[in-house]
């Protein structure tokens, strides 16, 4: 592929693995904490529809553990590779790179009333597979307005067990009610604060998804 052209011809080259580049932001010469050299750094995440099916006919999915990010390893590596720029993971720690601060620092996603965070077409369905880090400064896409401003926030009475909520995330409480009956729809569906969010319903992920997410999250 060679040098970066333009935004668009890498939302496209992303785009062929069902990926999508969620956000990005400009990196000042010498700024700690990137690799050296780094201008521009983009945030990637799964592009519905079809990010599932796509994945589901990888080799990685082969039975082993972390299917989904040894794709992610492979795939954003060499797409990486082949534009010279550096990949980074949010798995593989800890020590984590800061995703969230990343994405908050992309303009496009925002912390929602329950912290989590909340992007601007995918709502609380966001994540985040990798991101590229590439020497040469491109536009990023514009900075949009926080979209919970508007909403009446059911995010924040939609946990069955009162364990996220807008007085934070108590996740041992989280872990307890999802090892009860109760909890099965939230291990079968996804985890039912993000699926309350207006923007996260116009936004096609497959419950099966949803799923394996939740039983890697709650083994
Ligand atoms: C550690 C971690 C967790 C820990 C959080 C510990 C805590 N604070 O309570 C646990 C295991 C609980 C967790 C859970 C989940 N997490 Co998490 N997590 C991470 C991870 C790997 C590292 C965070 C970190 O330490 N960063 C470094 C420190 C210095 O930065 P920080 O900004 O202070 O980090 C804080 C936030 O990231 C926050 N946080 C992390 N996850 C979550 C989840 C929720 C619900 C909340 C409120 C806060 C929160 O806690 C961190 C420590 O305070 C990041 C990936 C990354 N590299 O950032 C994903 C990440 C933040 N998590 C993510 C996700 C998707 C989840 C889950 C929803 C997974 C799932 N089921 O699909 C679950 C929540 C369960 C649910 N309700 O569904 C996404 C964020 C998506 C979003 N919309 O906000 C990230 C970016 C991973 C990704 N690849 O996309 N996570």
Redesign the pocket.
Known sequence: MGAVASLSTLGAAVAAEQLEILGGFAVAEGEQGFPAGTRTLLLL?PKEPGFWPHLTLQPEWDGEPDPVDRWSRRVIGRIACDLGAKAIF??G?????????W?LRSGRVWDSP??????ADQG??????GALALKEALDVPPPVARPCEACAAPCLTACPAG??TGQ??D?PV?HGFLDGPEGKD?MTG??L??RACPLSQTYARLPEQ?AH??R??HK
């Not at 720690?93 to 601060?101: C, E, I, W």
């Not at 609380?124 to 597979?129: G, N, Y």
């Open positions: 995440g949010p798995f720690g800890p020590p984590y790179h800061p995703f969230y601060q994405a329950v912290r989590l965070l909340v992007h609380l369905m966001v994540s985040f597979r364990a996220l934070g995330y996740v989280c939230c996804g985890c604060v993000r949803s997410h939740m890697q999250f």
